[in-house]
């Protein structure tokens, strides 16, 4: 072995004992919490015998699930909506290129707050607040919204190039206009797939806030599962699946009027597959 190879390959003797250390640990860890091969069979055989019982589904009940489908996706739009709205000052305030840090640092720490805890529970806390219903998982999703889009918001703008920011100020704007004209035109497409991620993000977690009783398809599927009533749970599940493929579409069409500049027409003509396949703008009308 040449020098030159020993020097691009250093031999650490601190990574072997790390890499025994972490396998030591994940057998000591399979041990404390009883993970086995006879476990993982026989949960394959029960998962077998579930899945049978789970088809055909039963679509029977339509409109207790359209009911549950259609509360669900109004508390991921509600929450998502006044998330975002909240999100964007806090977002603005907790970026430390922008602000002093006796500002953005307790701003930081009410996002961190937000992104603490699971959805679940903080719908938990506010059903014990407020009572039963959406308004929980509004609430609930609101919080989790916060968490999320306030963190990427700060991280965005402190990735800024201050030129254009210190351009702005040059001129003698107010602040104002020095975050319209020298902060948002460089982070407003990042923007754009934070806000359409977070929506698709709610839309799946209001279909888990209703197991809490926060609203949403949830409650019934916990309902489904508690009767045993599996043809009817694989309805409820195939009903989410469909309810996510429709907020992945309409994330898409955001995108694409938003960053791609398309019309409501060109969506229709089906532009937009298009246009990701080819990876281009389309060609404006004659």
């Known amino acids: 072995m040449t020098s030159a190879t020993v020097a691009a390959f250093p031999s650490n003797p601190w990574k072997r004992v790390g890499w025994i250390a972490l396998a030591a640990y994940v057998v000591y860890a399979c041990a404390q919490l009883d993970v086995s091969v006879d476990r993982v069979a026989s949960g394959w055989h029960n998962a077998a015998h579930f899945l049978a019982r789970l088809f055909p589904p039963n679509f029977g009940r339509w409109e207790l699930l359209l009911k549950g489908l259609k509360e669900s996706l109004e508390i991921a739009v509600l929450a998502s909506t006044l998330g975002i709205v909240l999100s964007l000052p806090i977002g603005f305030v907790a970026a430390r290129n922008l602000m002093p840090a006796w500002i953005s640092w307790p701003a930081r720490l009410l996002i961190v707050g937000c992104r603490s805890f699971h959805p679940v529970i903080v719908a938990i806390l506010f059903v014990k607040a407020v009572g039963f219903g959406a308004l929980a998982g509004i609430l609930a999703l609101t919080i989790a919204s916060i968490g999320f889009i306030g963190k990427l918001f700060a991280e965005a703008i402190e990735e800024i190039s201050l030129k254009q920011v210190e351009a702005v100020r040059a001129t003698g704007a107010p602040f104002g206009s020095v975050i319209a004209f020298g902060v948002l035109p460089q982070v407003f497409a990042r923007f754009i797939g934070f806000c359409t991620y977070q929506l ?57 009027i938003f960053i791609d500049g398309l019309s409501l027409a060109e969506l229709f003509r089906g532009r937009v597959g298009r246009l990701a396949a080819r990876g281009e703008r389309p060609l404006e009308d004659d």
């Not at 888990?208 to 009767?227: E, H, K, P």
């Open 200 to 256: 698709d993000s709610n839309l799946r977690n209001s279909t888990m806030v209703g197991i809490v009783g926060a609203g949403g398809i949830g409650g019934t599927l916990f309902a489904a599962f508690q009767r045993f009533d599996y043809d009817y749970v694989c309805a409820i599940l195939i009903s989410i699946i469909a309810l996510i493929m429709v907020g992945e579409l309409l994330a898409m069409g955001v995108r694409a």
